[in-house]
Nanobody, 121 residues
Framework: QVQLVESGGGLVQAGGSLRLSCAAS????????MGWYRQAPGKERALVAS???????NYADSVKGRFTISRDNAKNTVYLQMDSLKPEDTAVYYC???????????????WGQGTQVTVSS
């Protein structure tokens, strides 16, 4: 019932920008945490950026100063503004959320299906 729907991925040249969106749909009581992870071929999934319910952001060292995470609580949506993109940013980006569905009232972790980001040199 609860789903995370991502959008905004695509192909961009090095130095360009993309803005990813992730909207949590379904019957949701609260969202405690939202974040973005990425996984390149042959590599483990790694945290890119996260934001808590009080809008406190955290970033991987590799993206600090280039990426900005934000959330719109009214829309149950998290965004990732990616600027100054590099070829090494190429990966599948996954939205992650820790939330409480109204049907269970128990906190659980959800993942989006992933959106491809490709940065050409």
């Amino acid at each position: 019932q609860v789903q995370l729907v991502e959008s905004g991925g695509g192909l961009v040249q090095a130095g360009g920008s993309l803005r990813l969106s992730c909207a949590a749909s379904g019957s949701i009581f609260s969202i405690n945490y939202m974040g973005w992870y990425r996984q390149a071929p042959g590599k483990e999934r790694a945290l890119v950026a996260s934001i808590s319910s009080d809008a406190r952001p955290n970033y991987a060292d590799s993206v600090k100063g280039r990426f900005t995470i934000s959330r719109d609580n009214a829309k149950n949506t998290v965004y990732l503004q990616m600027d100054s993109l590099k070829p090494e940013d190429t990966a599948v980006y996954y939205c992650n959320a820790r939330l409480v569905p109204r049907t269970t009232m128990i906190v659980n972790t959800y993942w989006g299906q992933g959106t491809q980001v490709t940065v050409s040199s």
